[in-house]
């Protein structure tokens, strides 16, 4: 007997059926990740850096700013890097 999710998924493939992704999409998934990986993590180095020095100069409404930047900045990224990503899933169809 199957459950409730394996019967959900059954209809669910048969409204929309997945693609199988070839391997060129694969590897262009995979290159898009890293290069937003890597944008991400230069972001946190940069902002890290700032906020490193703002703490020891006691600047805490800087601090509060950076942390709101660093967060703002990294989830646009992230976004960024999902609309590239889909971008790269639609291409050939």
Do not use: H, W
Not at 32 to 43: C, G, L, S
Not at 55 to 81: F, H, P, W
Request: charged share 45%; glycine share 4%.
């Amino acid at each position: 007997m199957k459950s409730a999710y394996e019967l959900a998924m059954e209809r669910l493939e048969e409204s929309s059926p997945q693609e199988e992704l070839t391997e060129e999409k694969k590897a262009a998934l995979a290159a898009v990740d890293e290069k937003y990986k890597a944008k991400i993590a230069e972001r946190e180095i940069f902002l890290g850096d700032l906020l490193a020095k703002a703490a020891a100069e006691g600047n805490y409404m800087e601090i509060a700013e950076l942390e709101t930047q660093k967060t703002r900045e990294i989830s646009a990224l992230k976004d960024e890097c999902e609309a590239e990503k889909e971008k790269v899933r639609r291409e050939g169809r």
